[in-house]
């Protein structure tokens, strides 16, 4: 099956640690997508990439860093620079330049930080 | 960057009604403008989409409209559900911003 996967589904750290939150993709898409939603609020987006080797903050990115060594990975550190990490994380991908423009999500990672 | 308002932010409406949700945009180079649902835990998925060349698209009961010169979109629901409770967001631009979202309430 085609898709894009997000691990864990649950996450909890404690304050001061870093996390890394997964993002798995085998839809072939060049580009892949981070967005941080809050409750009852809508998607800013953190990071993204069009390409594999490289990658643009978005909006909100202080905090946060990301990796896109494959093509198939785009993996989010939420750091402990992040003032308030406590979130729902969604990741999403893409066709990219040249294909449509449809963002497929993940089923999302609710990070928890006590 | 582009910069997508949503309106309403909330909206309740009976069973077999119409819905309407409408967003606004400031990048006039956007040429692309998707709607997505949201049900809740989940990730949005899209429901319809629409490029600048085009005025209106519809898929059977959801239609989405676009006036270019107004820089603004708009998302119809007719013979409304229960089942399309959800939050719907709409989109703007390559870069995809969102707007902040309608939470969708149908009555039986």
């Known amino acids: 099956d085609g898709g894009i996967t997000q691990s864990p589904k649950y996450l909890f750290r404690k304050e001061g640690q870093n996390v890394t939150l997964s993002c798995e993709q085998n839809?072939?898409?060049?580009?892949m997508y981070w967005y941080r939603q809050d409750p009852g609020q809508g998607l800013r987006l953190i990071y993204y990439s069009q390409i594999v080797n490289d990658f643009q903050k978005g909006d909100i990115a202080e905090g946060y860093s990301v990796s896109r060594e494959k093509k198939e990975s785009f993996p989010l550190t939420v750091t402990s620079a992040q003032k308030n990490p406590t979130a729902f994380y969604l990741c999403a991908s893409s066709a990219g330049r040249g294909g449509s423009y449809e963002q497929y999500f993940g089923p999302g990672t609710r990070l928890t930080v006590t | 960057g582009e910069n997508v308002e949503q309106h309403p932010s909330t909206l309740s409406v009976q069973e077999g009604d119409s819905a309407v949700i409408k967003c606004t945009y400031s990048d006039s180079a956007s040429n692309y403008f998707p709607w997505y649902k949201q049900e809740l835990g989940k990730g949005p998925q899209l429901i319809i989409d629409?490029?600048?060349?085009?005025g209106e698209k519809k898929d059977q009961r959801i239609a989405v409209t676009l006036n270019k010169t107004a820089k603004h979109f708009s998302l119809h629901i007719t013979e409304t559900q229960p089942e399309d409770s959800a939050v719907y967001f709409c989109a703007a631009s390559r870069d995809m911003r969102f707007g902040a979202g309608t939470r969708l309430t149908v009555k039986p």
């Open positions: 839809l072939n898409h060049d580009a």
């Open positions: 629409i490029r600048s060349n085009v």
